[in-house]
């Protein structure tokens, strides 16, 4: 059976939303805020439980966060808060190098985002790759815990696992979800996932070793380090399939077009 590979049209409007809403975020509450009820969601930086405190499980907790919501914000009827609305919050708050947020400072973070839920967790990966990554999820207004899960599985599929983890948090908080997937069939590239109600296909077969260099690209922009950034978004591209991490592809590329003054080399 064949599959064809474009880019889903809710995957291109949640990469679209990821790059423009962080610059607008305040502004959009202030001016939209009786015109536009979609709830907004912001997910801060996950927390490293593995024993491994190295360069790639340290990073692993932006990429994590970045995946997670993207696929949260697979709908156009969810507003992601994006990095750099929330990395300038965090760096106010003096949060950003803490590498530990309670649930009392991230409602404040929340807040001053002008978020109405807050999702934060921990990921555990083990030497022969069984990964756990948990969620919990804060209502600002109330300060009070919605929802908390976890996702268990193998880390040579992060992707899915990620994926699994961003569904069972909309459902659990009863946020409208991402376009439903089926399980197609399975290969040595890893599963061929079926958006349903004629949706373009796509394989969500996303690494831990491709996320590990996603993560280290989103953290040297963190860092305003475009010269570091810009090399390290090629290699992901180069090393992850054209139908795994879609939305941080599509993303990654336009970071790169930018930098080259609108070409793809």
Do not use: C, W
Request: proline content about 3%; cysteine-free; hydrophobic content about 35%.
């Amino acid at each position: 059976m064949q599959f064809t590979y474009r880019i889903p049209r809710r995957l291109a409007y949640a990469a679209t939303t990821l790059v423009m809403f962080g610059t607008s975020a305040s502004g959009l509450a202030a001016q939209g805020a009786a015109s536009d009820s979609r709830p907004v969601v912001a997910v801060l930086d996950y927390i490293n439980a593995s024993m491994r405190t190295d360069a790639d499980y340290k990073a692993l907790s932006k990429g994590i966060a970045t995946v997670l919501a993207g696929r949260l914000g697979e709908t156009d009827s969810i507003r992601i808060v994006t990095r750099e609305k929330l990395n300038e919050i965090m760096n106010e708050q003096n949060l950003a190098t803490s590498g530990r947020v309670d649930p009392s400072q991230a409602v404040q973070v929340g807040k001053l985002l002008n978020a109405h839920h807050i999702i934060y967790g921990t990921y555990l990966v083990q030497p022969n790759g069984d990964t756990r990554i948990t969620a919990s999820a804060y209502s600002v207004e109330t300060s009070e815990m919605e929802y908390s899960t976890q996702v268990r599985g193998n880390a040579d599929k992060l992707q899915d696992l990620i994926d699994q983890l961003g569904d069972k948090v909309a459902h659990g908080m009863k946020l409208p979800a991402a376009h439903s997937r089926q399980t197609g069939s399975t290969g040595t590239t890893g599963t061929t996932v079926v958006a349903s109600g004629g949706e373009t296909a796509v394989k969500s077969t996303g690494s831990l070793s491709e996320l590990v260099i996603l993560s280290k690209a989103i953290d040297a922009e963190d860092r305003k380090s475009m010269t570091e950034a810009i090399p390290l978004y090629k290699m992901f591209l180069a090393k992850s399939l054209p139908t795994s991490y879609v939305a941080q592809r599509s993303i990654a590329e336009a970071k790169v077009r930018e930098h080259n003054g609108g070409t793809d080399e």
